[in-house]
């Protein structure tokens, strides 16, 4: 059936297998219409007292209809709005006078705020950060969490946050910004169940007296019972100016709230303006003054809250004790509890890391909890990673021993690291199948030997759904194809709410063949490249400011730009002034492919002379500076474009200009080849130098370029009379192109594989640098002619995993040129940008390869790689003993 009600609520609750139709409620048990039955730790966040639906308050309904008494008859004050004032000034602690209803915690807040302000005639009301007061407009203003305030409304001069617990930071702000008031819980509720030190509210009390201030406290959520007293300000014997109650007075059954002051705080203009349509409501003050008369006539309620609240308190505090991994700390009072959860570290997969730094590992454990142990809870709001534990008054040490088995059984997942059962239980799946083979894997200790030389930050990704499943505990062996399915759908949903960065994996040394060593971690978000390019502009940069966040949090020295991260921060340039230096590592990834290619050739006796070298992506950071590095060895080249602008050559013309001219100018010292010599015998020289004159004083002259490889061309046209032979070729059709390739490197960011194995010329040698590869799967299915490796792979100086993942499933002691290009400008303690904007030198590449070198990187080829299909048989995935750069440093 449709509905109509919050979709983003709806969407929330279907991520945590939340999404039930409750069909009855009663006592501490909702029921389902598939006849599950859920014990309830929520309450409605505390708003349900006795139970749902208490019979006392039913009858007391049912016989309100017999008397047909004035529900709704304002002006007049119902019987029941005067009956239920007396019983609230006479119960509230301090000399109360006034009592003003509403429907809501949040318009109590209101109520007060406005009290406030016209009685002091000042502005600034006072709260604590952390706090939360509601989502009125004054009361999320002055809730101490931005998170809910800055999408509606700008930060206000007028509510001024200061910590919770710290007296002196109050008077601070008292004693130097005359405030209206000071509102605060007596417990933080959902700021995670925070008490304060005892003594907190009563100097809170004092300073707010010195300074002319009033005292607001906001007992919404303590009041009336839930700490184990009536109101809580009691544990503190304070006497509030304004106190506010809402929850536990609906007795579960209908809102309504209470704005209790003292004669100190009413003004006849508050009286005179402040007016609700449904306040004093005769059904729901009589339901009021039943729940007052329960509390105050049954002393062993309250005090059955206490006690359950105690023994709930010990046992948690047993659950942390003896699940240090799982648990971190446990906090509250009365049957207002909260378990903090550890962060979840999971070396076997990046996923989890990921999102426990995004505050879903509560939501996960609270579906773990409903979907196998039948109970019901939530985490706070204002932390996230607070289990929130607030059962009904009527909860018994019984219904705490559930709560606590069910607590420990999560705890023994946790510490077992078998986050996959909690993630089942959220996506809807069912228990694990025994005998899935877990993936441990464990670096060997290395002791850090020298100088630390400094932390890097690498940001990485998904590059695929299927590849999120890699990353999730298990990998896909854990989970069969209709579960991978449903955790595909589950994922989706998951994106949507946990889209942004956290760390997903600490590598604590990695030594540099120099001395000395560095630390890091790999930055996660769950979307993949596909996600990305959907999302909007601004989404864009909040996810990477997100990453950059995190980045700058842990200390990083360097920043690393891995896979699609580079291409929406348009190759660094976006980021380049963020504080801290930033690569792309564009620079490692081109130079050791074509450091791959110069290895096999030669392993294989292929002359690059008389080949033809394709580069799909040409124009791409990695794709030109492969051109620049290797372009002059080959015979003929072909520069290949985006596919997508098939007849659109022009950024190819620019690129192949500044070839030309870089060439001609000595920059790549790699003259005197083939190439060279058929564009010298057609006076290419010349008509470079007849350019170099006019080179614009631009970082990057790109008309001059494309004027530079026209006249080329030209030139070619007016010497040979014709064009066919002229080796530089352009085209954005990898149809027409590839077929004549021998080999070719791909670089693009299309984001999705798409080169099938038909356009490959027979014995083609690709090296595919592009995450997601460019390649699809067939070509390494179908064509066993081909040598079809990951370029851009290196080796480390140690033979360390980045975690079980280890980025791509790739061999220990292998990984990402681009992420081995941060920890080496890490390591040689780089204080400027590297390998930006798509336009960097080629010596600045070059530059960055023999620093690879010097701490111990090499590029990384399997023997198939080396030697082609023939090795297959008889070698298994071995390194080479040197690559051919490692022979040309090594002398
Ligand atoms: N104040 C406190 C302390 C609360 O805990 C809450 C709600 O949880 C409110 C105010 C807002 O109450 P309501 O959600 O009824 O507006």
Redo the contacts with the bound molecule.
């Keep these: 059936m449709a509905s109509y009600l919050n979709i983003e609520r709806q969407k929330l609750l279907e991520l945590i297998s939340f999404d039930k139709k409750i069909t009855r409620a009663k006592g501490l048990y909702l029921f389902t219409d598939t006849g599950d039955k859920y014990l309830d730790f929520i309450s409605q966040?505390?708003?349900v007292p006795f139970g749902h639906n208490p019979d006392f308050l039913w009858q007391v309904l049912t016989a309100q209809q017999a008397a047909d008494p004035g529900v709704m008859i304002q002006p007049f004050f119902s019987e029941g709005a005067q009956q239920l004032s007396r019983a609230l000034v006479e119960a509230a602690p301090g000399d109360m006078k006034y009592v003003t209803f509403s429907c809501?915690?949040?318009?109590?807040?209101e109520s007060a705020i406005k009290m406030a302000k016209a009685k002091t005639g000042r502005d600034i009301i006072v709260s604590a950060t952390n706090?939360?007061?509601?989502?009125?407009m004054g009361?999320v203003l002055a809730t101490g969490n931005e998170h809910y305030r800055l999408p509606f409304y700008p930060p206000s001069e007028s509510f001024l946050h200061v910590p919770f617990n710290d007296a002196q930071a109050l008077e601070d702000i008292l004693s130097t910004r005359p405030a209206a008031a000071f509102i605060v819980?007596p417990v933080q509720?959902?700021g995670g169940m925070v008490t304060p030190a005892p003594g907190y509210l009563k100097t809170c009390e004092q300073l707010c007296k010195k300074y002319g201030t009033l005292l607001i406290v906001?007992?919404?959520?303590?009041g009336l019972g839930r700490t184990g007293k009536l109101f809580a300000c009691e544990h503190d014997d304070v006497e509030p100016d304004i106190l506010?109650i809402?929850?536990t007075l609906s007795g579960g059954l209908i809102?309504i709230?209470a704005c209790i002051a003292g004669k100190k705080a009413w003004t006849t203009e508050f009286g005179q303006l402040h007016t609700s349509t449904f306040a004093n409501n005769h059904l729901a003050t009589t339901i009021g003054c039943a729940v007052m008369k329960k509390l105050t006539e049954e002393p062993e309620i309250i005090a059955g809250v206490a006690r359950v609240g105690a023994y709930l308190q010990a046992r948690l505090r047993e659950l942390v004790d003896r699940f240090p991994v799982a648990f971190k700390t446990c906090d509250g009072m009365g049957l207002m509890q909260g378990l903090t959860l550890q962060p979840w570290h999971d070396e076997e997969s990046y996923l989890c890391p990921t999102v426990s730094g995004q505050g879903i590992i509560v939501p996960l454990v609270c579906a773990y909890l409903l979907n196998r142990h039948n109970i019901c809870t939530l985490p706070t709001?204002n932390s996230h990673n607070v289990l929130r534990l607030q059962p009904c008054y009527l909860a018994t040490e019984a219904e705490i021993d559930q709560l606590i088995h069910a607590l420990e059984k999560a705890g023994e997942l946790i510490t077992q690291g078998k986050f996959s059962a909690l993630i089942r239980a959220a996506a809807g799946i069912g228990e694990e199948r025994p005998g899935v083979p877990d993936r441990p894997y464990k670096n060997p200790p290395i002791v850090p030997q020298g100088e630390k030389l400094g932390t890097f930050c690498f940001f990485v990704h998904p590059v695929t759904d299927m590849h999120t499943i890699d990353c999730m505990p298990g990998g896909q062996q854990a989970y069969t194809a209709d579960e991978i399915e449903k955790i595909q759908y589950w994922l989706g949903k998951a994106k949507a709410f946990y889209g942004g960065a956290s760390p997903a994996y600490y590598m604590p040394c990695i030594p540099s063949k120099n001395g000395g060593y560095v630390d890091g971690w790999l930055i996660s978000s769950l979307l993949t490249p596909k996600d990305m390019m959907r999302l909007p502009k601004e989404k864009k940069e909040q996810l990477i400011h997100s990453y950059v966040g995190i980045a700058q949090e842990n200390g990083a020295d360097m920043i690393g730009l891995g896979a699609f991260t580079s291409v929406i921060t348009r190759s660094g340039t976006t980021v380049a002034d963020c504080g801290t230096p930033v690569t792309t590592g564009n620079a490692f990834t081109a130079l050791t492919s074509t450091d791959s290619i110069r290895t096999i050739c030669r392993a294989r006796s292929e002359k690059m002379s008389l080949k033809t070298l394709g580069i799909v992506g040409v124009s791409g950071s990695v794709g030109r500076l492969c051109l620049l590095d290797i372009g002059a060895e080959f015979r003929q080249l072909y520069l290949i474009g985006n596919p997508r602008n098939k007849d659109n050559v022009d950024k190819q013309e620019v690129v192949a200009g500044e070839f030309l001219y870089k060439l001609f100018s000595g920059v790549l010292s790699e003259s005197m080849t083939p190439l060279w010599k058929t564009l010298t015998d057609a006076g290419a020289e010349a008509v470079i130098q007849a350019h170099v004159n006019q080179l614009p004083d631009e970082d990057y002259p790109a008309e001059t370029y494309r004027a530079m490889f026209r006249a080329v061309k030209q030139q070619y046209l007016e010497t040979y009379g014709r064009t066919e032979g002229f080796p530089l070729l352009l085209s954005n059709d990898i149809e027409h192109a590839l077929p004549v390739c021998d080999v070719i490197v791909t670089a693009t960011s299309n984001g999705e594989s798409f080169i099938r194995p038909d356009v490959l010329s027979p014995g083609a040698i690709v090296c595919d640098v592009a995450r997601p590869s460019d390649l699809l799967q067939e070509v390494k299915q179908n064509r066993d002619d081909i040598t079809a490796y990951d370029g851009g792979l290196v080796r480390l100086p140690a033979n360390l995993r980045f975690g079980g993942p280890n980025i791509a499933e790739l061999d220990t002691g292998v990984t990402l040129a681009c992420l081995a290009e941060t920890v080496i400008l890490t390591m040689s303690q780089a204080r400027k940008n590297y390998s930006i904007g798509g336009i960097s030198s080629i010596e600045e590449a070059r530059e960055v390869f023999q620093l690879a070198l010097k701490h111990g990187f090499c590029t990384h080829l399997s023997e198939r790689d080396i030697h082609g299909p023939a090795a297959d048989k008889s070698q298994t995935s071995t390194t080479p003993k040197h690559t051919a750069a490692q022979v040309a440093y090594t002398g």
């Design positions: 966040f505390g708003a809501t915690g949040a318009e109590a807040v706090s939360f007061h509601g989502k009125t009361a819980e509720g959902e906001d007992e919404v959520q303590t506010l809402a929850k809102p709230s709001m």
